[in-house]
C-alpha cells in the first residue's frame, strides 16, 4: 500500500480547501436536476396562478402582476431554500455521512463551503432560469397596461407622482431586471450561509428548520409586507425588489453590500463552528 | 526506530456526566493486526474516532503513525483507511460511484484507466463485482460494510481503523471479512474493534482488552493468554463436594466449571497464580473421596481470558 510519499508533501496540514472540487461534485448532484427544477417549476407555477386571472383584469395593469408575483415568489423561494437546505449540515451529522467525509483527507471547512457553493449555482440557476423565463411575458404585460385606457388614472395623475403606486410600474429595464435577480439571489445566498450556520451549531433539525422559517419570516414581513426593513439587511433587499415592482426608485447597492456581509459572516461562523463540532 | 502505528497515553474522554475514557493507555506496532476488544460501552468507538480525529479528547495524548491526533492534519489522514461503526454513504450513488469518488480525493489518485482498474480491483477484492452498478440504497447491511472496507482501503493506507467490520455479516460474509483483513495485514496495520473472539484469535496477531474506559490487558495472544492465568482439566469419580469446597477456599483459585457426566466429573480448574500449579495435584490426590482419572494443562481460550479480565473489572 504506501501512499506516495511525493503525493503527501503535496497537501498541506492545513489546507481549508482540500477536497473541495470532489465535494462540489458531490454536492451539486444533490441541487442538480431535481431540486432546481422543482423550484423553477414552483416559480412558474406561481407566476402562471397570479398571470391567467390577470389576463380577465377589465384594465390590465403591470403593476398587481409583478408585485404579486414577486412577493410570492420571494416567499417561496425563501421557504425552499429552509426546507432543502435544514438537513445540509445537521442531516449529514445525524446520518453519520460527515464523520465519513472528515475522516477522508478533506478539511472540513471544504464541506460547509461546497454545500454552500452548490446551493449557490443551484439558486443562480433558479432565479434566472425563472426570472428570465418570465421578463417576456412581463413586458407584453406592460404593453397592455400602457396601450389600454382607465379614465380613474388621470385623476390619479394629477394627485400622484408618476411611479409611485403599481397602476403605473412600468418595465424595468433588463439592466435593472438583472440587477433585481442579482440581489435576490444574493438575499437566497444568506440564507443558504444561514442554514449552514444553524446546522453546524444546533442539535435539533426541528430547531434548524423552525429558526430558518422565522428568519424568512422576520424578512418577508419588514421586506415584502411592512416595508420598514433597514436598507443595508437581506431585508433591505425584498423591500427594495418590491419598491422597484411598484415603480419606486431603489437603491440595490446598500442591501446587497450588507447581505454579502452578513452571508460572509454566517458562513465564517458555520465553517469555525463546523471544526469544533464534535462528530459522534 | 519505527514509530508505533498508534500510540495512547492517558487518553481520557468526558462526554457531559459520562466518563468514556479514564487514562486508555495502548501501542499498536506497525505490521500487526491488533485486535480492540471490550464489552458495549467499554469505549472502543470512542477511542477510533478520537484517533480519526472526529472527536477531541478531554485530556491525554493519541499519535497516529506517529503524529498527534490534534495536530494530524490532512497528511496523516491520507494515510489511514477507516470503517465506520455504521458506514453511510450517499444514497443516490453506486457501488462504483462510492469507491471512485473516494478515491478521487486522496493525493496522487489515479485517474482514467488506471483509476477504473483500481476500483474495480478493490470491488472485486471485497466480493461486489456483481453489484458494482448497485446503488447504495438497494444494499444490505452486510453489503453496506464490505462496501465500506473498499472504501477504507482505495486510498492504499498504511494504517486501516475498522470499528466492527463483522457486525452484521452472516457466517460466509464473515469468514469473507476475516479473509480480507488477513489479505489487508500483508500491507497495512490493522487496528479493529469486535465482539468476536473467535475471529480475534484467527487474525490478529496482538489484542488489546478494553473495559470502562481503560486498558485490561495488551499484548500478543500467548501474552494475554499467560497473564490471565492458566486452566487445567481434571476428570473426577467419586464423592468430590469435599475436594471442591477446598480448592475453592485457595486464593490461587480464580474457579472452577463443573461438568458431570453420570459417575464422573469433569472440572476446570482456573489459577490466577501460574505457580500455584506444583500444589494443586497434590491437593487433588490427597482426598481420598474420590478418583483423579485424568489431570492435564488446558487449552486456554480467549474466551477465558476475557471473562477472567473484563468480568473481573466488572467486579470491581
Excluded at chain 1, 455521512?97 to 454552500?116: E, G, N, Y
Excluded at chain 1, 427594495?240 to 450588507?258: F, M, N, R, Y
Excluded at chain 2, 486508555?24 to 467499554?42: E, I, K, M, Y
Excluded at chain 2, 470499528?163 to 469468514?175: H, V
Amino acid at each position: 500500500m504506501k501512499t506516495e510519499a511525493a503525493a503527501l508533501e503535496r497537501i498541506e496540514r492545513r489546507d481549508p480547501l482540500r477536497g473541495f472540487g470532489g465535494l462540489l461534485g458531490v454536492e451539486l448532484r444533490v441541487w442538480f436536476p431535481w431540486r432546481v427544477l422543482f423550484l423553477i417549476a414552483a416559480g412558474l407555477v406561481v407566476f402562471a396562478l397570479i398571470y391567467l386571472p390577470w389576463r380577465g383584469f377589465e384594465v390590465n395593469q403591470l403593476g398587481p402582476l409583478m408585485i404579486g408575483f414577486l412577493a410570492f415568489w420571494i416567499a417561496i423561494l425563501l421557504v425552499s431554500s429552509v426546507a432543502l437546505t435544514e438537513g445540509a449540515v445537521l442531516g449529514e451529522i445525524e446520518r453519520g455521512t460527515a464523520s465519513w467525509l472528515v475522516a477522508m483527507p478533506i478539511a472540513r471547512p471544504a464541506v460547509i463551503l461546497a454545500k454552500f457553493a452548490a446551493g449557490a449555482v443551484g439558486l443562480a440557476v433558479t432565479v434566472f432560469a425563472t426570472g428570465g423565463a418570465v421578463y417576456p411575458v412581463l413586458a407584453d404585460a406592460a404593453k397592455r397596461g400602457i396601450t389600454e385606457f382607465r379614465a380613474e388614472a388621470v385623476f390619479e395623475l394629477a394627485s400622484q407622482p408618476i411611479g409611485q403606486w403599481g397602476a403605473y410600474t412600468r418595465l424595468p429595464s433588463w439592466g435593472i431586471y438583472i440587477a433585481m435577480l442579482l440581489s435576490l439571489w444574493t438575499l437566497l445566498l444568506f440564507f443558504a450561509a444561514l442554514m449552514m450556520l444553524l446546522g453546524s451549531v444546533v442539535r435539533s433539525r426541528t430547531a434548524v428548520f423552525g429558526l430558518g422559517l422565522v428568519a424568512a419570516g422576520v424578512i418577508l414581513a419588514t421586506g415584502v409586507l411592512v416595508g420598514s426593513a433597514a436598507p443595508a439587511s437581506p431585508a433591505g433587499i425584498a423591500r427594495a425588489v418590491i419598491d422597484i415592482a411598484q415603480g419606486k426608485e431603489a437603491a440595490l447597492i446598500t442591501p446587497v453590500i450588507g447581505t454579502l456581509l452578513a452571508t460572509a459572516v454566517a458562513l465564517a461562523l458555520a465553517v469555525w463552528a463546523f471544526n469544533r463540532r464534535e462528530l459522534t | 526506530m519505527t514509530v508505533p502505528a498508534i500510540e495512547i497515553r492517558q487518553l481520557k474522554k468526558r462526554y457531559r456526566k459520562v466518563e468514556a475514557l479514564r487514562g486508555l493507555d495502548l501501542t499498536v506496532d506497525q505490521g500487526s493486526v491488533c485486535g480492540f476488544l471490550g464489552p458495549n460501552g467499554a469505549g472502543k468507538t470512542t477511542t477510533m474516532k478520537i484517533l480519526m480525529g472526529l472527536i477531541q479528547s478531554s485530556s491525554g495524548w493519541a499519535a497516529v503513525l506517529g503524529d498527534d491526533v490534534r495536530d494530524a492534519g490532512l497528511p496523516a489522514r491520507a494515510r489511514i483507511g477507516y470503517l465506520p461503526q455504521d458506514p453511510v454513504f450517499p444514497q443516490y450513488q453506486t457501488v462504483r460511484g462510492v469507491v471512485a469518488s473516494v478515491a478521487r480525493l486522496y493525493p496522487g489518485h489515479p485517474r482514467g484507466s488506471e483509476l477504473k482498474r483500481r476500483v474495480d480491483d478493490l470491488i472485486d477484492r471485497v466480493g461486489m463485482t456483481d453489484k458494482a452498478r448497485r446503488r447504495v440504497r438497494g444494499l444490505s447491511g452486510g453489503e453496506r460494510q464490505r462496501l465500506g472496507v473498499a472504501q477504507a482501503l482505495v486510498g492504499e493506507p498504511d494504517l486501516v481503523i475498522l470499528d466492527e467490520p463483522s457486525a452484521g455479516l452472516d457466517p460466509m460474509g464473515r469468514r469473507d471479512m476475516l479473509s480480507l483483513i488477513e489479505e489487508i495485514s500483508s500491507q497495512a496495520t490493522v487496528f479493529y474493534s469486535t465482539h468476536i473472539l473467535d475471529d480475534v484469535e484467527r487474525i490478529s496477531d496482538t489484542v488489546v482488552m478494553i473495559s470502562k474506559g481503560r486498558a485490561v490487558a495488551q499484548g500478543s495472544l500467548d501474552d494475554i493468554l499467560t497473564v490471565s492465568g492458566s486452566d487445567y482439566a481434571v476428570r473426577l469419580r467419586g464423592k468430590t463436594s469435599g475436594i471442591r469446597d477446598r480448592l475453592t477456599a485457595e486464593p490461587w483459585v480464580g474457579g472452577i466449571d463443573v461438568r458431570m457426566h453420570a459417575e464422573i466429573e469433569d472440572w476446570r480448574i482456573r489459577l490466577t497464580d501460574e505457580s500455584a500449579a506444583d500444589r494443586l495435584v497434590p491437593l487433588l490426590v490427597s482426598d481420598e473421596s474420590c478418583d483423579v482419572i485424568e489431570f492435564h494443562l488446558s487449552d486456554r481460550r480467549l474466551e477465558d481470558a476475557y471473562l477472567d479480565l473484563v468480568g473481573a473489572d466488572d467486579g470491581d
